[in-house]
């Protein structure tokens, strides 16, 4: 509820498509992913997640496409690659550099909860997102 409801219009209203778990930034060059992870541990009154941060170049995916690699068309936010594709926790890129996650049960507030995470995904993981740039062919 707190993703659907309110993480994700306030990341489309930053320039983000997509729904569920995943959303793109858009770029010509670049896939700019931010993806959600739901911890295995997770019950039915009891969620936990994390963001995951992904940029990966549009001409090296298609190029692994085109030789044959077993990937989807369109690469995730919630999957390392390889040294030549970037990928983060948003906990990596938060003051204290470790890995966060965040807990939603029955108790926690929805609203207050979607603020603080699009707060950390406007404070460090969509200025990291931006900064990949650079990985353009």
Same mark, same amino acid.
């Given at each position: *509820?707190?993703? &659907?409801?309110?993480?994700?219009?306030? /990341?489309?209203?930053?320039?983000?498509?997509?729904?569920? $778990?995943?959303? #793109?930034?858009?770029?010509?060059?670049?896939?700019? /992913?931010?993806?959600?992870?739901?911890?295995?541990?997770?019950?039915?009154? &009891?969620?936990?997640?994390?963001?995951? /941060?992904?940029?990966?170049?549009?001409?090296?995916?298609? #190029?692994? /496409?085109?030789?044959?690699?077993?990937?989807?068309? &369109?690469?995730?936010?919630?999957?390392?690659?390889?040294?030549?594709?970037?990928?983060? &926790?948003?906990? #990596?890129? *938060?003051?204290?550099? $470790?890995?966060?996650?965040?807990?939603?049960?029955?108790?926690?507030?929805?609203?207050?909860?979607?603020?603080?995470?699009?707060?950390?995904?406007?404070?460090?993981?969509?200025?990291?997102?931006? #900064?990949?740039?650079?990985?353009?062919?």
């Amino acid at each position: *509820m707190a993703i &659907r409801k309110g993480v994700a219009p306030e /990341l489309r209203k930053l320039g983000f498509v997509g729904s569920g $778990q995943v959303f #793109e930034l858009p770029d010509p060059h670049v896939w700019l /992913l931010l993806g959600i992870q739901k911890s295995s541990g997770s019950s039915a009154t &009891r969620l936990k997640f994390t963001v995951n /941060l992904a940029a990966v170049p549009k001409g090296t995916w298609q #190029e692994l /496409l085109e030789s044959g690699a077993n990937y989807p068309s &369109r690469p995730s936010p919630n999957k390392v690659y390889g040294t030549w594709a970037w990928w983060s &926790r948003i906990g #990596e890129l *938060m003051p204290g550099g $470790q890995d966060f996650w965040w807990t939603v049960t029955g108790d926690v507030g929805h609203s207050e909860l979607a603020h603080k995470v699009v707060s950390a995904c406007v404070g460090y993981g969509i200025p990291a997102l931006r #900064e990949q740039g650079n990985l353009r062919q």
